[in-house]
């Protein structure tokens, strides 16, 4: 089939001196085509003219290969990607898709808070990219944001966006940053940031949490931070599974910030932009303690015994939610 489509399109070549051929030529060019929805799709990298007319007419993009060849002869090179054509889109349409190269634009999104692992391991899942991620990312060096791409562009390529994304995005936050914080560089910021992230989803939460990490370090309490314990325990592979226990605070690791004093060396998860900004103007207060109130929230304290009756308010949502079942080594900050 291959050998008599070339055949049939020289004959065509030919023939196009008779004016009237090329009337009834233009006609069936711009005339609508056979396609009754949108029909998505992908030209192979490397393709001919002939590959691309048979893989349209299977997709049942064009009737005619033989047509499709004629008019793409007379059009400038095709480029290959994925394609969204439209209900009765003419052979003219097609070749003006495929010379500007309209690909489809897709998305891709790396939620906030997750480490570089669970990030890779969204990618591999990604079919329309390609390639193989032989290394994660540190954390702390991706920007959770939305990102567009196309079909078949590159996991690695991807992961240096995001990367440039991050490095962009920090260098401006610390440029821009508060004074009299008790960060030396960048990295310390981000840091906070990671842990920011991981203890509220409460956008109105975050600058009032990064205050009390901040008050926690100028007077030398150790952070105590809960998700620092998780990232320990499971060397940065994303969620434990369970509630923690006492135990688990006791964890010898420079992450624990039960049992080391500081921030620790490093990000425990990618942060967005307003984690890194909360991190970078914290909240100007008095609060030492919070934990969470059973609304999605937290509830704050400036003093360890007004804590302790947070937190005993706290066990008893958990003991509502649970059934009755108490649970005494629920996590608290």
């Known amino acids: 089939m291959g050998w008599g489509l070339r055949i049939a399109a020289g004959a065509l070549t030919v023939l196009t001196a008779g004016s009237g051929l090329v009337f009834w030529g233009a006609l069936r060019v711009t005339a609508p085509g056979p396609l009754e929805h949108v029909e998505t799709v992908v030209i192979p990298r490397g393709s001919g003219l002939e590959a691309i007319a048979l893989t349209l007419e299977d997709a049942g993009v064009v009737e005619s ?32 898709m495929l010379r500007q190269g309209k690909t489809v634009v897709r998305r891709f999104t790396v939620p906030e808070g997750l480490t570089s692992a669970q990030v890779v391991a969204l990618l591999d899942a990604e079919p329309a990219l390609s390639g193989e991620l032989k290394t994660v ?112 605070w006791k964890f010898e690791s420079p992450y624990n910030t039960y049992v080391a004093a500081g921030l620790p060396p490093g990000p425990i998860a990618n942060p967005g932009r307003a984690s890194i900004q909360a991190a970078l103007h914290p ?45 005494g080594d629920s996590p608290q900050d």
């Open 65 to 96: 290969p033989i047509l499709f060849l004629f008019a793409a002869k007379l059009q400038g090179p095709l480029k290959a990607g994925e394609y969204a054509f439209p209900a009765g889109i003419s052979v003219e349409g097609v070749l003006e």
């Open 283 to 327: 909240e100007k207060h008095d609060f030492l303690y919070f934990v969470a109130d059973g609304t999605g929230g937290h509830v704050f304290a400036k003093t360890l015994p007004d804590h302790n009756r947070n937190v005993a308010k706290w066990r008893e949502v958990q003991r509502r939610q649970s059934g009755g079942a108490g649970n």
């Open 137 to 248: 990312p540190k954390n702390g060096t991706v920007l959770p944001e939305t990102y567009h791409y196309s079909y078949g562009d590159s996991r690695s390529a991807l992961v240096e966006r995001m990367q440039h994304a991050m490095t962009q995005a920090l260098n401006d936050a610390w440029k821009n940053r508060g004074p009299d914080l008790p960060y030396e560089t960048p990295q310390q910021a981000l840091t906070m940031a990671s842990i920011v992230e991981k203890e509220t989803g409460v956008a109105a939460e975050r600058a009032k949490v990064a205050g009390v990490f901040v008050n926690r370090l100028e007077t030398g309490m150790k952070l105590q931070s809960d998700p620092t314990v998780i990232y320990a325990l499971t060397d940065g592979g994303g969620e434990l599974g369970r509630a923690l226990t006492r135990n688990d």
